[in-house]
């Protein structure tokens, strides 16, 4: 049984700094195509940014969140993380880690296993 656990979130005061973590058991960490998806009350969940098996390739959502996270991973680890600097209010929700995307995607549907989120809310 494969599971996904995320952990790292906190509270931080806007322009601080959170890495978060995500460990996968039960399945090859390093053949699995990753991806870190938020989701605000009251809003959709969103695509934040996601990573392929081996690490060479990595997609943002958009130019904002590229500037200021970094997704990486260590296979040797069964590790992803989200680095996410300069942290704003609007980057307030709950995380979640995904994994064994068919492709490299910010597309949730994608996914096949999912973590129960981890919580990081940034104060003004």
């Known amino acids: 049984q494969v599971q996904v656990v995320e952990s790292g979130g906190d509270l931080v005061q806007a322009g601080g700094s959170l890495r978060l973590f995500c460990t996968v058991s039960?399945?090859?960490?390093?053949?699995?195509?990753m991806g870190w998806f938020r989701q605000a009350p009251g809003k959709q969940r969103e695509g934040v940014s996601c990573?392929?098996?081996?690490?060479?390739?990595?997609?943002y959502a958009d130019a904002d969140v590229k500037g200021r996270f970094t997704i990486s991973r260590d296979n040797a680890k069964n590790t992803l993380y989200l680095q996410m600097n300069s942290l704003k209010p609007e980057d307030t929700a709950m995380y979640y880690c995904a994994a064994a995307s068919t492709t490299v995607s910010l597309r949730a549907g994608n996914y096949k296993y999912w973590g129960r989120g981890t919580q990081v809310t940034v104060s003004s």
């Open positions: 990573i392929d098996w081996s690490g060479r390739t990595t997609y």
């Open positions: 039960g399945s090859t960490f390093g053949a699995l195509n």
